[in-house]
């Protein structure tokens, strides 16, 4: 299949008129119109003018005007190509090759002290860079167009920022009620996290031997699930529930309000409770001086340590920093395998004999033939469409900083060319996006019967049993189906910047097990050619997982709850420690 291409072959200035022209490769663009659209797809706004020559084109864009009469707002865009399908410009390679510059010897040295590909490449663009400053040499206030190639998607975008932007005019009555408003929260929490801290010490003075209690707390889960349910379950088989009261709280995301219930209940149970469960970050936790008797006891939702978390990210953005009380309390930690150990102490700021590598709970499925039987009978049901077909779950991570700018750039994906193989390999995708991704999957009609989206199937975990192929990045789900012993392929296309942005407890590229591609070329070209290097995946599955038997809530309750629970403890430490 002809490749298609837009390029790019200059970019210049004329007062607040920004020009771009290049040319297009096996392209039709004399119908076509280029617009500026930001990564979350949020804003898509089309050229002033569009000049076409058969395959040359030049685009004009006012950016004082471009919003529907209003500046361009900050933010990175994509020039693209809006047809059937959306092609997404790309710049000529003669930006970015260093040769075709006049760089002095300092130049090319700060050329050559950047980390990364793309970094070379943006010192090279910086060049093209366009600043305006308010009155002509205002510091503070300036408005900057960047030509630039994305960390985040790998992708040439304009880089907007301005600086200074003035804040709308407010009316006295409007800044008094904010003044009020602001006066109001800050009492309001002040008074809450008082009766908070007070209904925690007292509970725990009137509490101050064993109360054969048991509280599983979640800021992000709604509902008995995932770890907890199989902990839960297995306390339920053997008969732990006679023995102690289990209690549970829970909320579905972590800026939610609690109940007013919960409020006054909550901090009771924390002070009260013999075992406390939670399997996240949960920030309330942390600021609260448990005794000593008390069991804080982390079943991290992800298995495995692959994205560095917690600590390990001190000194980087949103990591926490020595002094912070985040993670810190917890008793004990229970994880898959012993190579996870050192990571999750690291991460958590907690000694390693506190890491205990017993095996994930939620796993255990995995190793249940009846489970297994059943949830692919359901599942079929559900998703008749796979029936004898080769399943393939596209399942990565989102790009951005958290939840409130989670994206994915589905642009990344040749929907033509995934069809195509589909059809010739009697192949369906099932796509199921990371909850935090804000955009939506478009799947184009005429493809529907290749592309389906399960993004809203509650348990991802079950889909594994009917996947013959995984595609990802950097997704923890890896860890699970290796489980499988099945293929994967890790599309990977700003590893180079993910790796400096984020890290990996380990090198990924020889730690994930399967074939990286870069590129969606080479995809496709691997799922032609059954090109995974499977062989990779025993290896990964003997190291990060110890066992492999279903049994991994059995052994955590045991060694949580038995009789010899103390000796188990100790029996560990020195094993593990």
């Given at each position: ?134 009155g002509g040499n205002s510091k503070k206030k300036k408005y900057t167009v960047k030509p630039k190639i994305s960390e985040e998607v790998n992708e040439f975008v304009l880089d907007v920022k301005f600086d200074g932007v003035p804040k709308p005019r407010k009316s006295a009555l409007s800044k008094r009620i904010k003044a009020v408003k602001k006066r109001y929260n800050k009492v309001s929490f002040k008074t809450r996290s008082f009766f908070f801290h007070s209904i925690f010490k007292g509970s725990k003075m009137m509490h101050t031997k064993k109360s054969n209690s048991v509280l599983f707390t979640s800021d992000s889960r709604e509902s008995m699930s995932g770890n907890f349910e199989f902990v839960y379950n297995e306390m339920l088989q053997q008969g732990l529930d006679k023995e102690y009261k289990i ?331």
């Open positions: 299949m002809v490749s298609s291409k837009i390029i790019i072959d200059e970019i210049y200035w004329d007062r607040i008129q920004l020009f771009i022209s290049g040319h297009a490769e096996n392209l039709d663009i004399s119908r076509s119109n280029f617009i500026l659209r930001n990564l979350m797809e949020t804003k898509a706004l089309p050229a002033n003018e569009t000049q076409t020559n058969g395959s040359d084109f030049l685009c004009r864009f006012d950016v004082a005007i471009l919003d529907d009469g209003w500046y361009l707002p900050s933010g990175q865009y994509l020039l693209v190509n809006q047809q059937e399908l959306d092609y997404i410009a790309q710049i000529n390679p003669k930006f970015l090759d260093s040769k075709l510059y006049v760089l002095t010897e300092e130049q090319l040295e700060k050329y050559e002290e950047k980390e990364t590909k793309n970094g070379k490449n943006n010192y090279l663009l910086n060049r093209y860079t366009e600043v305006f400053r308010q209690h549970q709280v829970f909320k579905p995301n972590i800026t939610e309000r609690r109940s007013f219930i919960d409020k006054f209940r909550f901090p009771y149970l924390l002070g009260k409770s013999d075992y406390i469960f939670v399997d996240d970050f949960h920030p309330l936790i942390y600021q609260l001086n448990f005794k000593n008797i008390q069991e804080i006891i982390q079943v991290w939702h992800a298995v495995g340590a692959f994205k560095t978390v917690g600590f390990s990210r001190t000194g980087k953005q949103g990591g926490p920093f020595f002094d912070s009380k985040n993670h810190r309390n917890y008793t004990k930690v229970y994880v898959s395998s012993e190579t996870d150990v050192p990571f999750y102490a690291e991460a958590f700021g907690i000694k390693e004999e506190s890491v205990i590598p017993t095996g994930v709970p939620r796993t255990d499925i995995f190793f249940d033939k009846e489970y297994e039987k059943n949830i692919v009978e359901k599942i079929k049901t559900e998703l008749p469409f796979i029936e004898g077909k080769k399943v393939i779950l596209f399942a990565p991570t989102f790009r951005g900083n958290g939840h409130r700018t989670a994206h994915y750039p589905f642009f990344k994906i040749d929907f033509e060319r995934f069809a195509r193989y589909c059809e010739e390999n009697n192949a369906v995708v099932l796509f199921k996006m990371h909850p935090f991704i804000k955009n939506e999957l478009n799947i184009p009609e005429k493809y529907e019967d290749y592309f389906f989206d399960v993004s809203d199937v509650r348990e991802v975990n079950d889909i594994l049993f009917i996947t013959d192929v995984l595609i990802s990045d950097y997704s923890s789900l890896i860890y699970e189906f290796a489980v499988f012993k099945r293929p994967m392929l890790f599309y990977a296309f700003d590893l180079e910047d993910y790796i400096t942005s984020r890290d990996f407890y380990e090198p990924y590229e020889t730690f994930v097990p399967g074939k990286i591609v870069e590129t969606f070329d080479d995809l496709i070209i691997a799922l032609k050619e059954e090109d995974f290097e499977q062989e990779k995946v025993p290896k990964f599955l003997d190291k990060h997982f110890k066992y492999q038997d279903g049994k991994s809530s059995e052994r955590l309750v045991d060694h949580l709850f038995s009789e010899q629970a103390e000796e188990k403890n100790k029996d560990v430490g020195e094993i593990y420690g």
